[in-house]
Structures are given as structure tokens and as C-alpha cells.
């Protein structure tokens, strides 16, 4: 029973091509300055749905004040994996309608606790049917260019998915040669994520269209949307790329 839920819910992040455009919004729980793009995350959330988004990754917080703006839309809840909130982050993702649980798992950092923490929530997310996402981060996210390599990257997802993942999302390694084997390692559909604020949206948008030839499942993109001038339409381009084969050229004139 629980294994058909998980791929009902799966149904809600990914499209019918089996591609999905993310648009994450967690960034709340862990910046240092406010930022004008997230100010009003219930406008944000109902223009790229509506502009083509498949899911939104978003906070406990915000997910229950925007329930109205997410409507049918995918939803991703992202948690911290320790405890005491690891004990009741499966229930409450349930009780909010949540179709998938999202932690952050930082390999290669010696910390077993983080990693054993990180299991056990894909143990319980297996357990009543809710999909999992392990978002991996070799060292930490201010680890230096040996912890960047296509190697540690793809090893890194490799332990995600051993945690019980059932998808993955981490670096787009620059390449499509070098991410193809982040994708073979990983054995899990994987997703990009977009990272600091791209210097144009041809620069972003180039990314995405490389990652998703090497075979990516698709983006989770955070400040490349809300911090553009018009998120719906660069969702819309984001979308044209992954759901419509949409060259970088064509993805643009949609902006």
C-alpha cells in the first residue's frame, strides 16, 4: 500500500515525461538578510504554477499560510533531519498534504550522526508511502573545488540514495560528459539545483538545457526565478526547456 502512494504522490512532482520544474522557496530558514524575491511567497507560488511550475519546495511555515496558493500544485516539504524535529516531520508532511519530504545531507563531513539521521527519515518516509528527497551537498555548501569534482559529487549522491532517497537533487557538475556520471552513480532520478543568483538568464538557462541533455530529471530552482523580474516568465522559459525540448534561444524569447 504504501509503495502505491509514494508513486501516486511521485505523480504530483513529476510530469507525464517524467520531468519536473521545482521552484524552491526554503530559503527563509537559513538566510541572513531579507530578500525582496520571497517577500511574498503566496504571489510567487500561484504565478509559477500557473506559468508551468510542477512543485514547490518550500518550509512548514509558508506551505501553511500559502495552502490556497498551492491549490494542485506539487508540494516538497523541507526539514531539518535531526531531531527532535526528524520525529514528527513525516506526520506533519502528511497532515499538510505534502507529496514528498526534502533534507539536506552533507557527505563527506565525518558527521555519521547527520547521515544516520538522514536514513532513518527515509525509513520512515518508505514506511507511510511519502516520497524522499536528498538534496547532497558534499562537504558543506562552503566546501572548496575538491569537494566540486564530478567524482564527489556523484559518490555523494550515491549516499543519498543509499539513505533511502527517491530522488536526488545536487550540482550540475558544468559538463554533460562529467554530470553523466553523477547520473550513473546516483541510480535515482536526479535534479539540478540552481544555486546563487545566475549573472544573466542566458547563463541559467544554458545550465539547465546542458543538465537536462546529459539526462538530468529535471531543475530546483530557487533564486534564478523569484529573483527575476518576472518569475512567470522565467518559469516559462525553465519549463519550455524541461517539458518542451526548448533550446536555449527559444527558452529566452520567452522572457
Known amino acids: 500500500m504504501s509503495i502505491h502512494y509514494a508513486k501516486r504522490r511521485l505523480r504530483r512532482i513529476f510530469y507525464a515525461d517524467d520531468k519536473t520544474v521545482i521552484v524552491a522557496m526554503d530559503h527563509g530558514n537559513y538566510l541572513?538578510?531579507?530578500?525582496a524575491g520571497v517577500s511574498d511567497p503566496?504571489?510567487?507560488?500561484?504565478?509559477?504554477?500557473?506559468?508551468?511550475?510542477?512543485?514547490?519546495?518550500?518550509?512548514f511555515g509558508t506551505?501553511?499560510?500559502?495552502?490556497?496558493a498551492l491549490g494542485r500544485g506539487g508540494l516538497i516539504l523541507s526539514?531539518?533531519?535531526?531531531?527532535?524535529?526528524?520525529?514528527?516531520a513525516v506526520e506533519h508532511a502528511l497532515a499538510l498534504g505534502a507529496d514528498a519530504l526534502?533534507?539536506?545531507?552533507?557527505?563527506?563531513?565525518?558527521?555519521?550522526?547527520?547521515?544516520a539521521n538522514c536514513e532513518r527519515l527515509g525509513m520512515e518516509c518508505a514506511r507511510w508511502g511519502l516520497p524522499f528527497l536528498v538534496e547532497t551537498i558534499p562537504g558543506t555548501f562552503t566546501a572548496g573545488p575538491e569537494?566540486?569534482?564530478?567524482?564527489?559529487?556523484?559518490?555523494?549522491?550515491?549516499?543519498?540514495?543509499?539513505?533511502?532517497?527517491?530522488?536526488?537533487?545536487?550540482?550540475?557538475?558544468?559538463?554533460?560528459?562529467?554530470?553523466?556520471?553523477?547520473?550513473?552513480?546516483a541510480t535515482l532520478p536526479v535534479v539540478v539545483l540552481g544555486g546563487e543568483r545566475a549573472v544573466d538568464a542566458r547563463e541559467a538557462l544554458t545550465q539547465i538545457y546542458q543538465a537536462m541533455q546529459a539526462g538530468a530529471s529535471g531543475v530546483a530552482v530557487?533564486?534564478?526565478?523569484?529573483?527575476?523580474?518576472?518569475?512567470?516568465?522565467?518559469?516559462?522559459?525553465?519549463?519550455?526547456?524541461?517539458?518542451?525540448?526548448?533550446?536555449?534561444?527559444?527558452?529566452?524569447?520567452?522572457?
Not at 506551505?63 to 490556497?68: I, L, S
Not at 556523484?154 to 559538463?175: L, M, V, W
Not at 533564486?223 to 522565467?234: D, F, L, T, V
Open 222 to 255: 530557487g533564486r534564478n526565478i523569484w529573483g527575476h523580474e518576472s518569475p512567470a516568465k522565467m518559469t516559462a522559459a525553465i519549463a519550455s526547456i524541461v517539458h518542451g525540448n526548448a533550446n536555449v534561444d527559444e527558452a529566452l524569447r520567452l522572457l
Open 79 to 88: 526539514v531539518a533531519d535531526d531531531t527532535p524535529v526528524a520525529e514528527v
Open 32 to 35: 541572513d538578510r531579507p530578500m
Open 42 to 59: 503566496a504571489r510567487v507560488i500561484r504565478e509559477t504554477l500557473a506559468a508551468g511550475a510542477d512543485a514547490i519546495l518550500t518550509t
Open 63 to 68: 506551505a501553511m499560510r500559502c495552502a490556497d
Open 102 to 115: 526534502k533534507v539536506i545531507l552533507y557527505p563527506f563531513t565525518g558527521n555519521r550522526l547527520h547521515q
Open 147 to 185: 569537494m566540486r569534482t564530478p567524482e564527489k559529487i556523484a559518490a555523494g549522491a550515491r549516499i543519498g540514495a543509499e539513505c533511502g532517497a527517491d530522488f536526488i537533487k545536487t550540482f550540475y557538475t558544468g559538463s554533460p560528459d562529467s554530470f553523466r556520471i553523477v547520473l550513473d552513480n
